[in-house]
C-alpha cells in the first residue's frame, strides 16, 4: 500500500503530459479531464505522505509542515490565480497570448519552485528517506513537464510564446528583471 502514492503521484504525470498534447493536438473531447485527475492524483499522493507524517512525527516535523503548507498556498495562487483561469484551463489552445505579468513576468515555470518546496517539506515532515525520495522524484517530473510545455506545447498554443521565451527565462529570474523586460 505505501507504493501505491508513488504509482498515483507518477500516473498523474503522465496525464498531465497528454493532457496538454491533447489540448493542443489531438483536442478529444473525452480526455479534457485529465489535468484535475492529474491533480487530484497529486493531492492523493500529498495527503498520503501528509497522514504518514502525521503519525510518525520526526523531529521538526511542524517546522516542514508549515514550509510544504505555504509552497502550496504558493503554488496554488500560481497556478490558479495568477493566470486567467478560463484562458488557461478552459479554453482550446487557439493562439491567445501569454501571461507575462507578476511572477510570470520573472520567470516562465514559477510553479515549480513552490512544488519543490511543498514536497520537499511533506518529504522532511515524514522523516527524509523514501517520501524525501518521492517528492525529488516528482520535483524532477514537474521539471520534465514544465520543459515539455515550453518547447512542444506552449509555443503551440499561445502566438508569442517564442518572444516571451527570449525576453523571460525559464526558472531563475536575472537581475532586473520585471514583469518580462530585462531593465
Not at 480526455?31 to 497522514?51: D, E, H, R
Request: aromatic share 20%; proline share 3%.
Amino acid at each position: 500500500a505505501t507504493d501505491m502514492d508513488w504509482i498515483i503521484g507518477t500516473i498523474s504525470f503522465l496525464l498531465f503530459f497528454l493532457y496538454d498534447w491533447n489540448r493542443v493536438f489531438w483536442k478529444k473531447r473525452w480526455m479534457s479531464g485529465f489535468f484535475y485527475l492529474g491533480c487530484a492524483g497529486l493531492i492523493g499522493s500529498g495527503a498520503f505522505i501528509l497522514t504518514e507524517a502525521l503519525g510518525k512525527r520526526p523531529s521538526g516535523w511542524i517546522l516542514w509542515l508549515v514550509l510544504a503548507a505555504v509552497c502550496l498556498v504558493g503554488l496554488i495562487y500560481t497556478l490558479f490565480f495568477a493566470l486567467p483561469f478560463d484562458e488557461t484551463y478552459r479554453q482550446e489552445a487557439d493562439g491567445h497570448r501569454v501571461c507575462r505579468t507578476g511572477l510570470y513576468g520573472l520567470c516562465r515555470h514559477p510553479g515549480i519552485w513552490w512544488f519543490f518546496g511543498c514536497f520537499l517539506g511533506l518529504g522532511l515532515a515524514w522523516g527524509g528517506g523514501e517520501k524525501l525520495a518521492e517528492g525529488l522524484i516528482f520535483s524532477l517530473l514537474n521539471l520534465g513537464y514544465a520543459w515539455y510545455q515550453d518547447r512542444y506545447i506552449f509555443p503551440e498554443e499561445f502566438c508569442d510564446y517564442r518572444d516571451y521565451q527570449n525576453a523571460v527565462p525559464f526558472l531563475i529570474p536575472r537581475k532586473g528583471q520585471k514583469d518580462g523586460r530585462r531593465k
